[in-house]
């Protein structure tokens, strides 16, 4: 059984460019979640998605923006990239209370 | 909206020595998790535990909910037990959503 899957595992990019960050449930897993975790710091929620829809959102601005498939799977982007965008992505899935996370996608923004 | 407070933010241990991490919130929660997060990045799952005591092998952790703490005991500790050690919380008006605390950075020498 495969855990939660995150593409890809590395990014750079510049400053108002913008990026999409990938990640594909567990099986049976119905809902995902995104966290930002700067260096040195704990995750920060991001937002929530179950059956295709935002359930619940964290103090992000609009330039972040997600999307979750029929197939739970799930998309995080973020427009106009600044340099305190640079963090680890984490993605978890879960079907009740328990959030299991995924390796994560490290972006650097130049 | 809730805060969470780890304790110690550093601990240095040998090999084979016990340690107790602690994690205080100051609302009441539905969902505590405790994580390591390995070098790596990857936040691997400990404990689900909202109340109660629950043992794993050499970890053990305890919810006193009532008066809003969360201890997380590591005994014979291993090198390998090094990394960061975070709590993370939920309440009732945020569902899905995980509120970390600043983590507790373990080192264990040989």
């Known amino acids: 059984d495969a855990g939660v899957t995150q593409s890809p595992t590395h990014l750079i990019k510049t400053r108002g460019q913008q990026v999409t960050l990938r990640c594909s449930p567990k099986?049976?897993?119905?809902?995902v979640s995104w966290y930002q975790q700067a260096l040195g710091q704990g995750p920060q929620f991001i937002f929530q998605?179950?059956?295709?829809?935002?359930?619940q959102r964290g103090n992000f601005p609009d330039r972040f923006s997600g999307h979750q498939f029929p197939n739970y799977s799930s998309e995080l982007n973020v427009n106009a990239l600044l340099l305190g965008d640079s963090a680890l992505y984490l993605c978890?899935?879960?079907?009740?209370?328990?959030?299991?996370f995924g390796p994560g996608t490290r972006l650097l923004v130049l | 909206g809730i805060q969470v407070e780890q304790s110690p933010p550093d601990l240095i241990l040998q090999e084979g020595a016990n340690s107790t991490l602690r994690c205080n919130f100051s609302d009441s929660v539905n969902n505590l998790q405790w994580f390591h997060q390995n070098p790596w990045g990857q936040l691997i799952n400990l404990f689900y535990i909202p109340s109660g005591t629950k043992q794993n092998g050499r970890l053990s952790a305890t919810t006193v909910a009532t008066e809003r703490y969360s201890l997380l005991y590591i005994s014979s500790s291993q090198t390998t037990d090094s990394g960061v050690y975070f709590c993370a919380v939920q309440t009732g008006t945020s569902y899905g959503k995980l509120t970390f605390g600043q983590g507790t950075i373990l080192t264990v020498h040989p």
């Open positions: 099986s049976g897993h119905d809902t």
């Open positions: 998605y179950y059956e295709e829809e935002e359930r």
């Open positions: 978890a899935s879960s079907s009740l209370e328990t959030q299991y």
